[in-house]
């Protein structure tokens, strides 16, 4: 379908960054189908919550074989929509597979009653129930990934779910939702809305949702936090990072770099938990800059669809690549030093060469916003001690990672970093059953793992008297 919005807003569409053009736009939803949306995922609570657990992990199991029966397909759409080269795009759906499975297989014990030791006398268990229609508001950066870590362990639970996907990928969002309808989700259970910023709000204040789940910026989870706590609804933020990647010594610089590069680089550079932060030793410092700089220097801008060697993808928007472009400026005139890359492409596309930057300092930009893009930022300590201190000043906290040849040493830094996932002598341990999430201003709560299942469920105590 191709229609212009009926809002005011930028509206859902698909605007190619690789070139900048337009190739389909879809109508914000009415009011009448939010409301519609609404009411299918009340009717639709009643009777999923009572389906049994089991009986909803046969449905789980199968939507998690069709994400990856779908690869190539899925992978198609939002390498258009967001410029994710196409490899990776294939590598993200299959691991909503692995989600998904992983919910369903562990989905029953992680929500099984819980008996609890009483001093009174009687049997006290704490049992885990679901509460109702939930609201997910997802962003364009990993568009399945970040839909399985909510609906999976949610529909697991027996809750229901409204989704809003971001503005630039409807085509996604509508896969996602035919994958659901085909692997035997009830009607209601999983409904996506292309709802508009006023229905988001509109959504949230509606008492039959019962939470809202936000992936997304800073700025949004403001916004959406105020409006969870205002309608006294559970939230659950998922926010922006400015990781530590803390290197205090290294056997291979070479190797070091290429790790922390490839790092850098996958998504191209738009992932939430990426090392945007290098914090390195004075004594491999140098060596570690000048192997990132011969990296960025032979990259060229390439087709994220075909993906050859030596080449590097857009971003995922023209506002986006402009925006990084300002922010590396800053630097640039304050003092920092650009190595390699920084320029922003002519034309409509949104391509940004790869760029690694030193002599970041506070009263630039890029010391305390988070650069979501191809920027390697490279900062000199001159020993461990510094080097926690460059890692946790800053208001984020969503990851980090130390890494060293002695594992101890490494291990006595990563633990006092302030964040909420820390990693030792790897990037970022990874996986369905690995819990994701942060604190300070990295938001709050926690999805995947045990404690996906933990966040917007009703843990009632059930007490039987002697």
């Not at 461990?384 to 946790?392: G, K, S």
């Amino acid at each position: 379908m191709t229609t212009a919005s009926s809002t005011a807003e930028p509206g859902y569409r698909v605007l190619n960054p690789a070139t900048g053009e337009v190739l389909e736009t879809f109508p914000t939803a009415t009011d009448v189908e939010i409301e519609s949306a609404v009411a299918a995922a009340t009717a639709a609570y009643a009777s999923w919550k009572d389906t049994p657990i089991t009986e909803r992990a046969k449905v789980v199991a199968r939507v998690a074989e069709l994400f990856t029966e779908r690869a190539d397909e899925l992978a198609k759409i939002i390498t258009t929509e967001m410029g994710k080269p196409l490899s990776q795009s294939k590598g993200e759906a299959e691991f909503c597979t692995d989600i998904f499975n992983y919910f369903a297989t562990e989905g029953p014990s992680l929500a099984a009653d819980q008996e609890i030791k009483t001093f009174s006398g009687g049997r006290a268990v704490v049992q885990r129930l679901p509460i109702g229609p939930l609201l997910g508001i997802m962003p364009w950066n990993y568009p399945y990934y970040q839909v399985a870590r909510f609906a999976a362990p949610n529909l697991m639970l027996g809750n229901t779910v409204i989704l809003k996907h971001a503005e630039n990928c409807p085509r996604s969002a509508l896969a996602i939702q035919q994958i659901m309808d085909d692997a035997g989700v009830p009607a209601g259970a999983y409904v996506n809305v292309f709802a508009s910023h006023a229905q988001i709000a509109a959504l949230i204040a509606d008492p039959r949702i019962q939470g809202v789940s936000l992936t997304g910026s800073e700025r949004a989870g403001a916004i959406i936090g105020e409006l969870a706590g205002k309608n006294l609804k559970k939230a659950v933020l998922e926010l922006g990072g400015s990781d530590p990647y803390v290197i205090l010594d290294a056997e291979d610089i070479s190797d070091a770099a290429a790790t922390a590069w490839a790092t850098r680089m996958e998504n191209t550079g738009q992932a939430c938990n990426s090392n945007k932060r290098m914090i390195v030793l004075e004594d491999v410092f140098d060596g570690f800059v000048a192997e990132l700089t011969a990296r960025a220097r032979d990259l060229t801008p390439g087709d994220p669809s075909v993906e050859a060697d030596g080449t590097f993808a857009p971003l995922s928007s023209r506002a986006a690549a402009e925006s990084l472009a300002a922010q590396v400026a800053d630097a640039v005139e304050k003092g920092a030093t650009l190595h390699a890359g920084g320029e922003l492409a002519d034309g409509p596309a949104a391509y940004f060469s790869p760029a690694v930057l030193t002599g970041v300092t506070p009263e630039m930009r890029a010391y305390r916003e988070e650069l979501f893009g191809p920027v390697a930022v490279v900062y000199k300590a001159k020993d461990d001690d510094e080097a926690l201190r460059l890692a946790n000043d800053t208001p984020y906290g969503l990851g980090g990672a130390v890494f060293s040849t002695d594992p101890e040493r490494a291990a006595r830094v990563a633990s006092r970093l302030e964040v909420g996932m820390s990693n030792v002598n790897i990037p970022a341990a990874e996986g369905a059953e690995m819990p994701f999430g942060g604190v300070k201003r990295s938001g709050f709560g926690r999805e995947l793992g045990p404690l996906g299942m933990d966040e917007f469920v009703n843990k009632r105590l059930f007490f039987v008297a002697d």
